[in-house]
């Protein structure tokens, strides 16, 4: 489905509501869909993989194991961005040094998280890609960086050293999305244009799980929790 | 200047008026000054008034067309609701000049409203039913030679009533930030503005086809000031009460402007003579809108009752001594007359005509009203910070006691029927545990009690790994503590709720008038009363159109 911008952020909302995340963490999970899917990122497919690997419990909230390192709660498991960005953005002027996420589930996600929501200083997230080179997403003062085959700004700033080490190969997505700023320019343009390509399976899982906000219809609320007559001839 | 604790309080909000700060006015404005041009391109409309029609509007660097499609509606199925599956007219803000595919394309997809799909192209969705009782009245009247009865039009104000406008995404259609680099857009809900003054355009245009239709030996056109009075109507529920919640630094700027404006005037030493004249006139103006404004509801009947006297004891005032107004502060002094002499829908009928006053003081404070910052959570914040933050600014949400039931009444909900926002009891209704989350009230409370079990220099980052669940509340309170005027200052589930208060006042920075309360839940209103016609764009006066009378009979 091609949908807007807004039916993005408002799909993942009510679907991390539904799925029983807290109201702070599921609105920024559902902005950082956004500020993905406005670069022409697929933000829905990275929160639909979170969410689906919390809810089936591949991934748990995070611990400090030391004063920078945050970990899972649990040996052995993946760390959910959808508790560890919070966590990092909060923490952001407390702790002075990089902030390491081990084991992060969605790293892109993490990112954009974290870039959406400072305003001030440097982010640097990298992980291996399959040939143990290194890549992932920089954000400072100029702008963010792709860390790879090439550079591409997303013209966000932001003052935090966070460092992201996965010890598995993480999505292929996150391989060579961003290009070059043109591309960058170019992707965003196409957005506004044509908006956002949302998988079936992904709208699927968002409507499913967006559903359970919502109240089935009773003839006491159709009658009286809107305040207004059914008909309104005058 | 007021304070929030006093302006964002429900009683005050539900007084609001509009002013010419508000987006409708905006918006006419630059009609005015940039000369747009609106014409209908298409009126392909049988003799009932059925098909379709297209308006251009041109302005200096675009052009955008308001897409109708009109088709019949039974009675039984005419609905202000959201449950509505069909209406009078349908109708799209399209972005620029519609090809015959885009034609096609939305005349599929326009009467579906929500259930259709649209595209960015399409910037604004909408849908109008007629009032009957108006409608059929007007349009026999021309058919018969002559103009409608002056009454009836001032009983209803308007033809066809829009039951919802959608824009900024919603199914599929343009999303704000496209939009927001076009001047023309830049200010908040322009786009909505301009699709419902060229809805107006159509309904009048309407009307008078099908009376020229049904009678063309006879048919007259309407009068033009008889089509000035007439507006657009609105019914408005519960959606638009959420919106003030949950963006918190927009509802700040709208306020904060209106309030700013207000203390300009408020601090102005003397008044010019000219500047006396214009506040007598207006004050004139004034009562005979109030005069004109009818309602059903018996509560707001009497506020109306008393507001009408109240301006009788104001112009006396006002003329009691006959320098009250050549004195030092005058507009202090009114102001202050009405907060101490006077109900409170005088107290803000009483901003609204003060900021009348300036325009060239007032106007360039629209540029203030729209904003799309969001303000960080800090998580370094001290505990003790936040607790002083919430005694200080949310002293307010200490009134409600939520071990008692009456403060925790209802929940906010949206049905799975189309989504439609409603209100359930709490003790008897299913679905409390979906309840959307904009009981501020009880929230803060929630977390300042959390707050105890924590040391005074504790992080709040700590607190919020810890409990996760008040992330949502702290980052308000933090949000609120830069942006004073951005928190309703309200318990909105507490008995006796009267979300209707959130409604008008949202309206009145629209620009609506005429408050048609039908219960706590909803109202009616008219938009663009008094605006002027496209054919009077290009003169002077085009912004002179507050508070409208009724036209004299000729």
């Known amino acids: ?234 | 200047m007021r304070l929030p604790s006093e302006v964002m309080r429900p009683e005050r909000m539900g007084a609001a008026f509009p002013t010419r700060l508000s987006f409708m006015r905006s918006l006419v404005r630059r009609l005015h000054r940039e000369q747009w041009q609106i014409e209908s391109t298409v009126f392909d409309l049988d003799d009932q008034g059925y098909g379709h029609a297209i308006y251009a509007a041109r302005g200096p660097h675009r052009t955008y067309s308001l897409m109708v499609f009109s088709n019949p509606l039974r009675d039984d199925q005419r609905t202000d609701r959201v449950i509505a599956e069909s209406w009078d007219a349908c109708f799209v803000l399209f972005d620029g000049l519609p090809a015959s595919a885009e034609v096609k394309r939305l005349a599929v997809q326009a009467p579906r409203q929500e259930g259709g799909r649209f595209c960015p192209s399409d910037l604004i969705l909408s849908r109008a039913n007629r009032s009957v009782r108006l409608y059929e009245h007007v349009r026999d009247a021309l058919a018969e030679g002559r103009q409608p009865d002056i009454a009836r039009l001032a009983e209803v104000g308007y033809l066809m009533r829009t039951t919802a406008v959608y824009g900024n995404g919603k199914f599929g259609t343009c999303d704000r930030e496209r939009l927001t680099d076009r001047p023309e857009f830049a200010g908040p809900f322009q786009a909505e503005m301009l699709i419902v003054y060229l809805i107006r355009c159509f309904t009048l245009d309407h009307v008078e086809h099908v009376a020229r239709c049904q009678s063309p030996d006879t048919f007259v056109p309407m009068a033009s000031e008889n089509k000035r009075f007439l507006g657009i109507g609105n019914a408005t529920g519960l959606g638009m009460a959420p919106f003030l919640i949950t963006h918190p630094e927009l509802i700040h700027y709208w306020a904060n402007t209106r309030e700013i404006a207000l203390q300009k005037v408020r601090s102005m030493q003397w008044a010019q003579g000219q500047v006396r004249q214009r506040f007598h006139e207006l004050l004139q103006r004034v009562r005979g809108h109030v005069a004109d404004w009818c309602v059903a509801d018996e509560a707001q009947r009497r506020r109306i009752d008393e507001l009408s006297s109240d301006l009788v004891r104001l112009c006396a005032w006002v003329d009691g001594e006959t320098s009250r107004l050549e004195r030092e502060t005058p507009w202090d002094a009114v102001y202050c007359w009405a907060v101490t002499e006077a109900s409170i829908e005088c107290q803000e009928l009483v901003v609204s005509l003060l900021i009348e006053l300036y325009p060239g003081e007032v106007d360039p404070l629209e540029e203030c009203l729209a904003t799309d910052v969001r303000t960080p959570l800090d998580g370094s914040m001290q505990i003790e910070t936040l607790r002083n933050i919430i005694e200080q600014v949310y002293a307010w949400t200490f009134e409600s006691d939520f071990n008692d039931r009456a403060s925790n009444t209802y929940f906010w909900y949206y049905s799975e029927d189309k989504m439609e926002p409603r209100l359930g009891f709490r003790d008897n209704e299913v679905g409390a545990e979906c309840e959307m989350p904009i009981a501020v009230a009880r929230d803060v409370q929630h977390l300042y009690q959390c707050l105890s079990s924590f040391s005074a220099v504790t992080p709040v980052a700590t607190l919020l790994m810890q409990y996760p669940a008040h992330r949502h509340t702290v980052g308000r309170v933090q949000t609120i503590a830069q942006y004073p005027y951005g928190e309703v200052q309200a318990n909105l589930i507490a008995t006796g709720s009267r979300p209707i208060d959130l409604l008008r006042w949202k309206l009145a920075f629209f620009g609506a008038s005429k408050f048609d309360p039908k219960s706590n839940l909803w109202t009616r209103i008219t938009l663009y009363q008094g605006a002027p016609l496209p054919s009077d764009l290009p003169q002077l006066d085009a912004d002179d159109w507050c508070f409208p009378v009724r036209p004299r009979v000729a």
């Open chain 1, 1 to 234: 489905m091609q949908a807007s911008l807004a039916e993005a952020e408002s799909l993942v909302l009510k679907a991390a509501a539904g799925a029983g995340l807290e109201p702070g963490l599921a609105s920024l999970s559902a902005r950082a869909t956004r500020w993905l899917c406005q670069y022409g990122l697929p933000g829905t497919r990275l929160v639909v993989r979170a969410l689906t690997n919390w809810l089936e419990r591949r991934s748990v909230g995070v611990k400090w194991t030391g004063d920078t390192k945050l970990s899972a709660v649990t040996e052995n498991q993946m760390v959910s961005v959808l508790y560890a960005g919070a966590v990092v953005i909060d923490h952001r002027s407390l702790v002075r040094a990089p902030m390491t996420v081990t084991s992060p589930d969605e790293p892109l996600l993490l990112l954009a998280m974290v870039a959406h929501a400072i305003g001030d200083g440097p982010v640097e997230i990298t992980w291996p890609d399959s040939s143990s080179n290194r890549q992932g997403l920089q954000v400072d003062n100029d702008g963010c960086t792709f860390l790879g085959e090439g550079y591409c700004p997303l013209h966000r700033s932001g003052t935090l050293d966070l460092c992201l080490t996965c010890d598995w190969n993480p999505p292929a997505v996150t391989g060579s999305v961003l290009w070059n700023d043109a591309a960058l320019v170019h992707r965003q343009e196409s957005v506004y244009k044509n908006g956002v390509e949302i998988e079936q399976a992904e709208l699927l899982f968002l409507d499913q799980w967006g559903a359970k906000t919502l109240i089935p219809d009773s003839d006491i609320s159709r009658e009286k929790g809107a305040g207004a007559g059914r008909i309104d001839t005058d």
